[in-house]
């Protein structure tokens, strides 16, 4: 089955792999069988596994990751969307706090940000169900990015949108060119973001969970049934930065209003032993709850400033892990095409190769 590949676009995360990479994988996959990646970042395999009709579970331990996987398994129409964003507005009538620094008033237009306040508000204080996840997904995708002249699809002021701008050079860059934010339709770019990733969706079924896959947390997730696939990319060596380059997503989600610099349930990048050390501990802990034979697919790759070679790395990982390396191949350069690595030009090494891969589970 061809994906239809829409919601997956539902919000950038900067080091998605590419659709294609999951599907693939699951080419042979048979009718019924678990699915799990556990460091799902934006959810990627997991909405491949749904366009396939594959149950699936997905473990982040950030909250902006597991915001946008969840939404990847959201069971929801544009008109329940709409609905619940709504309802919202009429509970909350007026935020009861709205950020007022120099950087809020140049970020959003002031009547936006207050509507976007009432329902961070809203979405905090209940996101039990489908359509409220996908709501939340859909404002986390639209809540920075570049200006529109007709039909804005974002509601700040001009930016990157895969990277929370940086108060203080977003401020100078904003001053300097006299772009003050414009008043935009909250509501109707909800609408029109909900019609484009929720009209057509497979249905999903699976669970995305938030916590450390260093810890023992898949078994609840499973619930007692087996993976047959494990299809992941664990976060690069040397690139530390996932919590604090999405801090504006992570304030919708509750985070303070200031960037923070934590680096909270990540991964050590402390040494590459430290490193391959917690991913033989995450191999380890999928393994239990995998099915004899199950495949643990990786990509993974690195920046080229640090001394360490990826693939070594990935290697020492498995070594005792339960899994079995079969084969090792290239997946081309990060920076060739639409790998995970794309977004790195703006670190100072460039993309190394990255490679696939192909293990399997020898419990
Ligand atoms: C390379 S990204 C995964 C991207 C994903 N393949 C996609 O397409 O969006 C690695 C992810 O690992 C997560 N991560 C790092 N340490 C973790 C840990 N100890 N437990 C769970 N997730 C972790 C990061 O938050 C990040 O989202």
């Known amino acids: 089955m061809k994906a239809k590949g829409r919601l997956n676009a539902i919000c950038p995360y900067f080091t998605m792999f590419p659709l294609e990479f999951p599907l ?10 678990l699915v799990v990646d556990p460091f799902c970042g934006r959810g990627t395999t997991n909405y491949a596994a749904r ?12 909250p902006v990751a597991v915001a946008l996987s969840q939404a990847k398994l959201a069971n929801s129409t544009p008109h329940r969307i709409v609905a619940a964003a709504r309802r919202i507005l009429r509970d909350v009538p007026e935020p009861s706090e709205i950020p ?14 207050q509507v976007l306040c009432r329902l961070r508000e809203g979405l905090l204080a209940n996101c039990g169900s489908d359509s409220r996840r996908a709501l939340r997904a859909i404002l986390l995708g639209a809540l920075h990015g570049p200006r529109r002249k ?5 509601f700040s002021n001009q930016s990157q949108r895969t990277y929370a701008p940086k108060p203080r ?28 990733y929720y009209s057509d969706e497979t249905p999903a079924s699976g669970k995305v ?16 049934r087996k993976a047959a696939w494990i299809i992941t990319s664990p976060p ?21 209003s200031v960037v923070e610099y934590s680096a909270e349930g990540q991964i050590l990048h402390s040494s590459p032993e430290a490193f391959a050390s917690d991913l033989r ?23 080229n400033d640090r001394k360490a070679d990826p693939l070594s790395i990935i290697q020492m990982s498995l070594e005792g892990s339960g899994f079995e390396i079969q084969t090792i191949t290239p997946a081309g350069s990060a920076s060739s095409g639409q790998r995970q690595a794309l977004h790195f030009s703006r670190t100072n090494g460039e993309a190394r190769e990255e490679h696939d891969i192909w293990a399997v589970s020898t419990g």
Do not use: C, M
């Open 281 to 303: 501990q995450v191999w380890r802990n999928v393994g239990k709850i995998s099915a004899p034979g199950a495949r643990l697919v990786v990509r993974f790759g690195g920046i």
């Open 209 to 224: 969970i938030h916590g450390d896959s260093r810890k023992n947390v898949f078994a609840r997730a499973a619930g007692g």
């Open 100 to 113: 007022n620094s120099e950087f809020w008033r140049w970020a959003f237009y002031g009547d936006v940000l």
């Open 236 to 256: 690069y060596y040397g690139l530390r930065t996932y919590l604090p380059d999405q801090w504006l997503r992570r304030w919708f989600l509750g985070g303070p």
């Open 169 to 196: 050079y977003a401020v100078g860059y904003w001053k300097k060119h006299s772009l003050a934010p414009e008043p935009v339709d909250v509501l109707e770019i909800v609408r029109e973001r909900a019609e484009r």
């Open 51 to 62: 366009t396939l009709a594959l149950p699936s579970i997905g473990v982040d331990s950030s």
């Open 150 to 154: 007709s039909r804005p699809s974002h």
């Open 24 to 33: 693939g994988v699951l080419r042979d996959a048979e009718p019924g069988q």
